[in-house]
């Protein structure tokens, strides 16, 4: 295994349990870590870290997701990520590559903010006809 795939797997494994237990799939919903970000609307959590964890403008990074239903169910519809600078109206210069790791598991990568301010995520869960976003701020310095 390459040396980066073997660190990108350690890294979206830090978000999951570090045991499977008889709770199956709903067991990576009950993901707290100091370092991840959560968010919730009536429908969807979704916790999510960065890596690097602390992220450098005009450099690329990846975002791990864990997606679960409010009720602990993992989330296993389609995710498309953006972000953008609302103060100024625009978006990322690169458009992210979204792969779906397990059922409620997602890596975002190429992921760049190419300037520094308020960014915002955008995270649109498309699922049974039916299509959620969830937004996220993040101030890059």
């Known amino acids: 295994m390459k040396k980066s ?6 890294a979206a494994a830090a978000l999951l349990p570090l ?3 008889s ?5 990576i919903c009950d993901l707290t870590s100091q370092t991840a ?18 992220l450098i403008v005009s450099e690329p990074f990846t975002v791990h997701l864990l997606i679960c239903t409010v009720e602990g169910i993992p989330f296993d519809g389609d995710l498309k990520v953006s972000a953008a600078m609302p103060k100024h109206k625009h978006g990322m210069n690169f458009a992210p590559k979204v792969s779906k790791l397990s059922p409620g598991s997602y890596q975002v990568e190429a992921m ?3 300037m520094p ?9 498309a699922e049974g006809g039916k299509t959620t976003r969830l ?6 310095k």
């Open 5 to 10: 795939a073997f660190i990108l797997s350690l």
């Open 19 to 21: 045991s499977a237990d």
């Open 23 to 27: 709770a199956g799939l709903e067991s």
């Open 37 to 54: 970000v959560s968010i919730s609307d009536k429908t969807y959590r979704i916790t999510y870290k960065t890596d690097p964890q602390q």
């Open 112 to 114: 760049v903010f190419h």
């Open 117 to 125: 301010g308020a960014w915002g995520y955008e995270f649109s869960l």
């Open 135 to 140: 937004l996220s701020d993040h101030l890059l």
